[in-house]
């Protein structure tokens, strides 16, 4: 979630050309980041109002968005995303792939230190990868280096990556907080308590579910921090966000629901909108109950009216979309075997199933990590129960529904989920038989397995494309999930902060170029 400028729908299309990753690009020394305004002058302390205190400290286990906005600026990655959403160099300043795709080097920045001025280097990029890799760490982004065999360092400034197929999506994918690099000396018990990063802030202090302050890295290798504090304080309402921003104690926050936004709006306060990759959807669990039958899910899929849903609970301030957000590769939503709302159709799947009497799912949903969330859940319950399909949802406080999610726990979630860039990095840890996630998407299949490695192994962009219209269309036909719609963030900054850059991706990584005057 992000902004500063106003963007129009069109700004994301920009992001097509960005999307496109080739594993051959080396880059320069600083990453791309845009200069802070002339007239701003750095320093000063930024406020920023959040709904939730992030439920963990520990860079590759985050997956709720507070903890990952607060981590991307704390920690460093090899690879990271400029403002367009192409892959520049991190903490390697470049990477190189044999002609086969099969040997990656990585040659890293030198000079780095982490906040506890321990110098950066190769063993800790060998000790990361082969801890996320590592099952027993239970690190989320572990299938993105399903093709990495080995991993080893040349010397203390190159690391080498031998892999077992060619993989397109690898540069992407090293540029998620989920991949942040570690000391090697670090443990996750250490880090949940006192991070150590690369990243262009460093912890500083925590109150529990009342703030987390970070301060300047004063020894950052990119151009210097603009601010000499950032502030994430919990107040657990939008619109008491709103109330602290009016009063001049909160400068900065990120808001989900357009209602609030609007009433954030003044003459003091400018709301940026920015569309986003991220997604929302009801979460099928395919291994559970009746929704073990294809035919019921797909019975839920055609009872939904998306618009509907995005009309109710966002105003209708986004657009229905299928599985793939990113515009490079995006979904159309018209190939689902039900495109529009149909009730006749949904009988008839329940009938196949043997169901016509109507099925009851069990359903999770979070409350206070993005706004939407419960008015969603109300709307798709009335729509369902139309379709003799009864959602009995369970309303959870944000870490426990965190809780249950990773562990897959539910039958059915309604769900707001981070869009990536590749489509890979998306959905490969999720609906592949493999994939770290797949307890949580509850759905895998031998199509999907062949079309995810053939999707890593092809470089060329359209024959990519050709490769995830038919990964969307093995998803959308067996209704693994329920795709909703995507929105929009609005972020609200007071007139004394200046350049902010949001980005479709949801990172506050431009945290380094802002400025309180």
């Known amino acids: 979630m992000s902004h500063g400028s106003r963007f129009s729908r069109g700004a994301v299309s920009a992001l097509g050309i960005a999307a496109i990753v080739s594993l051959a690009v ?21 406020v920023v109002g959040v709904t939730s205190d992030p439920d963990t400290l520990f860079p590759w286990k985050a997956t709720q968005f507070q903890a990952v906005n607060v981590l991307q600026n704390v920690y460093g990655t090899l690879t990271e995303f400029d403002a367009d959403l192409n892959v520049v160099p991190g903490l390697a300043e470049s990477w190189e792939a044999s002609e086969d795709g099969l040997t990656v080097t990585l040659k890293l920045r030198e000079g780095v230190t982490f906040a506890d001025g321990s110098t950066f280097g190769s063993e800790d990029v060998v000790s990361s990868l082969t801890k996320i890799k590592d099952e027993a760490t239970a690190a989320v982004s572990r299938s993105a280096l399903a093709s990495v065999a080995t991993i080893e360092a040349s010397d203390e400034n190159t690391v080498v990556l031998t892999l077992s197929a ?8 090293l540029a998620v907080i989920n991949m942040a690099m570690l000391s090697s000396d670090d443990t996750e018990e250490a880090l949940n308590t006192t991070p150590n990063g690369t990243g262009a802030y460093s912890f500083d202090s925590r109150v529990a579910n ?7 890295n004063t020894a950052y290798w990119g151009d210097e921090p603009t601010l000499d504090n950032v502030e994430f304080r919990v107040i657990p309402d939008e619109s008491s966000i709103v109330s602290a921003m009016q009063s001049g104690n909160v400068q900065m926050a990120v808001f989900d629901d357009p209602l609030v936004a609007q009433t954030a709006e003044s003459g003091t306060i400018a709301v940026a909108k920015t ?24 019975a839920v899929s055609c009872a939904i009216d998306r618009q509907e849903v995005l009309d109710t609970a966002a105003l209708g301030e986004g657009e229905v979309i299928g599985p793939i957000t990113s515009p490079a590769y995006k979904s159309d939503p ?29 359903t999770i949903v979070s409350q206070g990590e993005y706004a939407t969330s419960v008015n969603e859940a109300q709307n798709l319950k009335a729509q369902l129960a139309e379709a003799k399909i009864t959602l009995d949802v369970e309303t959870l406080e944000s870490g426990a529904y965190v809780d249950r999610w990773i562990a897959g726990d539910f039958d059915a979630a309604v769900a707001l989920n981070g869009g990536r860039p590749d489509p890979d990095g998306m959905y490969g840890r999720y609906f592949t038989s493999t ?70 991706n949801g990172s506050l990584q431009y945290l380094r170029t802002t400025t309180v005057n």
């Open 26 to 46: 080396s880059g320069c020394s600083s990453p791309a980041t845009p200069a802070p305004a002339e007239s701003a002058k750095a320093g000063g302390s930024l």
């Open 210 to 216: 009342q703030s987390i302050t970070l301060k300047k």
């Open 334 to 362: 018209e190939s689902r075997p039900c495109p529009e709302r149909d009730l006749k159709k949904a009988a008839s799947y329940l009938a196949k199933a043997g169901k016509a009497d109507g099925v009851t799912i069990k």
């Open 435 to 504: 994939g770290n996630l797949n307890k949580v998407a509850g759905y895998s299949s031998p199509e999907l397995d062949a079309l995810f490695a053939e999707g890593r192994a092809t470089s060329d962009p359209k024959d990519r494309a050709a490769i995830y219209t038919k990964v969307s269309n093995e998803l959308e036909d067996n209704a693994a999930w329920v795709w909703l719609f995507t929105s929009y963030s609005y972020t609200a900054t007071d007139s004394k902060v200046k350049g902010f850059v949001p980005m479709a």
């Open 275 to 298: 569309p986003q990759l991220s997604y929302h959807a009801l979460q099928l669990n395919a291994t559970r109950g009746d929704l073990a039958d294809v035919n019921v899910r797909l």
């Open 166 to 173: 060619a993989d397109a999506a690898l540069p992407a994918s």
